[in-house]
């Protein structure tokens, strides 16, 4: 019996203990306008349990949980939900999207004091969809809203499970709109690429190729910037997510060997 508690208090701390990770958001820069908090984000696996931790000089910055859209328009909650401390450290503890931004002057909307993450499990994810695999799909971006102004991207591509080989449709009127394909940066700041790399068709697809992050803005006018003409996606694999241990079967790479 008492083996058997010794177990289960072992099972709940020791993951706690051993993998849990402090992030300083921004590295030495710390939490700071005109820091490219996408390209920070990048690559790092945020799980349950880890923290966050924004540090600045008080009074300077401070910090807001936001969602998808106050994240994109950078809205600023009640100054009462402000985190303020100058060290301000934020547990992840469920997973899933997460958004932070500065509350202070511009500094989420022209000082880019936004920090997207998706914070992992440990385990695999639960797929929506039972088989790991399936047949490829078309998504038409904004479904029968197109590809428009005033609309909330992040929203729509919330909870789809996009895989490669599936197709992202944009629909808009020709001449009104475009369709640029960014990077982390790009999008954060609605940079728009030179004009020979716009798709005009008013039905552009593009084929998922790789998995990963995939950035796209409009880039006529303020279309990006204040009309929120951004879309952001994750593009999973069919397989689970791969595992530290080798892809290629035992006995494939028994017969690399011999060759
Ligand atoms: C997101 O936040 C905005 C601004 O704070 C709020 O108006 C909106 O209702 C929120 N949306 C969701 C889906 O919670
Ligand atoms: C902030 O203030 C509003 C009302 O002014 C209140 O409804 C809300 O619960 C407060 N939030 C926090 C986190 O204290
Ligand atoms: C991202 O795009 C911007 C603007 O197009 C470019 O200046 C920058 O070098 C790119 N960054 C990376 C990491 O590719």
């Not at 306008?33 to 920070?40: E, G, L, R, S, T």
């Not at 490669?164 to 009127?173: A, E």
Request: aromatic residues 12%; contains cysteine.
């Amino acid at each position: 019996m008492a083996f058997k508690h010794v177990f289960i208090i072992l099972a709940i701390i020791f993951p706690v203990m051993v993998f849990s990770t402090d992030f300083m958001v921004g590295d030495d820069k710390g939490w700071t306008i005109n820091f490219d908090y996408q390209a920070w984000a990048e690559g790092k696996d945020f799980q349950v349990g880890d923290r966050l931790v924004f540090k600045y000089p008080v009074g300077v910055h401070n910090v807001f949980k936001v969602n998808g859209t106050g994240f994109q328009s950078c809205i600023v909650p009640p100054l009462n939900e402000s985190l303020t401390s100058g060290h301000d450290t934020i547990v992840l503890a469920t997973p899933g999207r997460k958004w932070y931004i500065c509350g202070v002057g511009k500094h989420c909307a022209a000082g880019g004091m936004k920090l997207f993450i998706n914070v992992n499990t440990d385990s695999p994810a639960p797929s929506p969809v039972p088989s790991p695999v399936r047949a490829s799909k078309d998504f038409i971006v904004g479904d029968n809203k197109g590809w428009t102004i005033n609309f909330d991207y992040q929203a729509w591509a919330k909870g789809k499970d996009f895989r490669v080989g599936d197709r992202l449709v944009f629909k808009y009127p020709v001449g009104v709109h475009n369709v640029f394909k960014v990077n982390g940066t790009g999008f954060q700041s609605c940079i728009v690429p030179p004009l020979n790399e716009a798709l005009t068709s008013g039905h552009d697809t593009i084929v998922l190729a790789t998995p990963g992050r995939k950035w796209y803005i409009c880039g006529v006018g303020k279309h990006c910037a204040s009309a929120g003409m951004k879309l952001f996606i994750n593009v999973n694999t069919d397989s689970p997510t791969p595992s530290p241990a080798p892809l290629v079967p035992a006995s494939r790479k028994y017969s690399i060997w011999k060759h």
